[in-house]
């Protein structure tokens, strides 16, 4: 069963086509997994070998191509017609140098007549390589590549209400999930065993709905490696008294996610930890009030950063990003981001994982929340007390 209605998708094309045309661009090939999801529904691990939807405005319906041994997976997940779904056979991915998937893609735009168009690439995605982009200028030396990066991925931007139920429903999963986490953090408890059930909890989901494996591994550090944003847990550590802990996760369903992280002390936090908790709390609530549609995302982050200022203190990074359908390696959607200079316009149902972190001297301070913009403001998706946890 797909996961929308087959109108849900053809809304989405249709946006695609209309970007597109923007652009000036005739066909667009797709090749981040998570776009190909949105556009074609998609659905399968098979993002470790090329791969790609392809979109004309000649086209009613996308093209998606797939390894013949993903066929039964495509014809399952897309909404599309058989025809429209094509494998190519594994003799595409023996000799890359020789025969390569992209000519494959090459010779299929040749049937098609799309072969001297002006065809967008995401050239920046994560699973597009420098050599399909040279297979493809060898195969389409008529063709005028543009680079489309980010175009499907603005388009998902705005979420639809059954997109925004599956957050949530994210949400639920990741709340149960750090609740849990939280009350087995104790002295003499083995890092990776918190882990352990942290997966657990990820993937069993709710009880009435089941959870999928994240984008990104869970984030949670301890002791001094809380100074450090993207560690996960050792493999042979423990749990100590007088210990920092930080816990990035998040739940994920139908591909959706919703990030949550929290900060937890083992003993009497000190004065410092206790002082940078208030100030990341204070400096997320007054960010979050500044939320509303009609203001840019610099001037978010501004209140943010005019908050911890006061305090003397300073975060260079970005503290928010767009969040939602998405596989890894990150479930990051890669547009807007709460950052100086990002001139992005708020909008009702954009959806962002706000991420206040501040890593100082020997340890560091997370707390987040996965918010939508409404009408009138943003309201959390993720809903777990704002606070330093004291074990």
């Known amino acids: 069963m797909l996961p929308f209605d087959v109108i849900e998708y053809k809304e989405r094309v249709r946006k695609v086509k209309a970007s597109m045309e923007e652009q000036g661009l005739e066909v667009l090939l797709i090749t981040d997994p998570a776009n190909m999801n949105y556009v074609s529904g998609y659905d399968a691990l098979s993002y470790y070998v090329p791969q790609g939807v392809i979109i004309s405005t000649e086209l009613e319906e996308p093209v998606c191509i797939v390894r013949l041994q993903d066929l039964y997976c495509a014809t399952e997940t897309t909404w599309m017609t058989q025809e429209n779904v094509i494998p190519y056979p594994d003799k595409y991915l023996w000799e890359p140098k020789n025969l390569h998937v992209m000519d494959f893609i090459g010779d299929f735009l040749k049937e098609k007549g799309l072969h001297n168009k002006k065809i967008g690439l995401e050239m920046d995605a994560y699973y597009f390589t420098a050599h399909w982009y040279h297979r493809l200028e060898k195969c389409l030396p008529d063709a005028t590549f ?19 139920e599956y957050m949530q429903i994210a949400a639920r999963i990741v709340e149960k999930t750090m609740y849990n986490a939280i009350e087995k953090i104790i002295p003499g408890v083995r890092e990776r065993d918190v882990a352990a059930g942290v997966y657990h909890d990820l993937v069993e989901g709710t009880g009435v709905y089941g959870g999928e494996y994240p984008s990104l591994s869970p984030i949670m550090p ?13 493999t042979e550590g423990k749990y100590q008294s007088n210990q920092l802990v930080y816990m990035e996760l998040s ?6 996610h919703a990030p949550l992280t929290r900060t937890i002390y083992i003993g009497e936090p000190p004065e ?7 100030i990341v709390v204070e400096g997320l609530n007054t960010a979050l009030a500044a939320v509303k549609p009609g203001v840019t995302c610099e001037e978010v982050e501004r209140a943010w950063q005019t908050t911890i200022n006061k305090y003397g203190l300073e975060k260079e990074s970005r503290m928010g990003y767009t969040v939602g359908l998405s596989y890894p390696p990150v479930w990051s959607e890669d547009t807007a981001y709460f950052k100086p200079g990002e001139k992005t316009v708020l909008k009702p149902n954009l959806t962002f994982h706000m991420m206040p972190g501040m890593w100082l001297d020997g340890y560091g301070v997370a707390i987040t929340e996965t918010i939508r913009v409404t009408e009138t403001g943003c309201e959390t998706i993720t809903r777990f007390p704002r606070e330093l946890f004291i074990k």
Do not use: M, P
Not at 146 to 161: E, F, P
């Open 251 to 256: 739940g994920c369903y139908k591909r959706y």
């Open 146 to 164: 543009i680079d489309a990066t980010s175009l499907v991925n603005w388009v998902r931007g705005q979420k639809s209400v059954r997109e925004l």
């Open 272 to 278: 410092k930890v206790l002082e940078t908790t208030k």
């Open 222 to 234: 301890a002791g001094e490696r809380t100074a450090g944003a993207h560690f996960s847990w050792t």
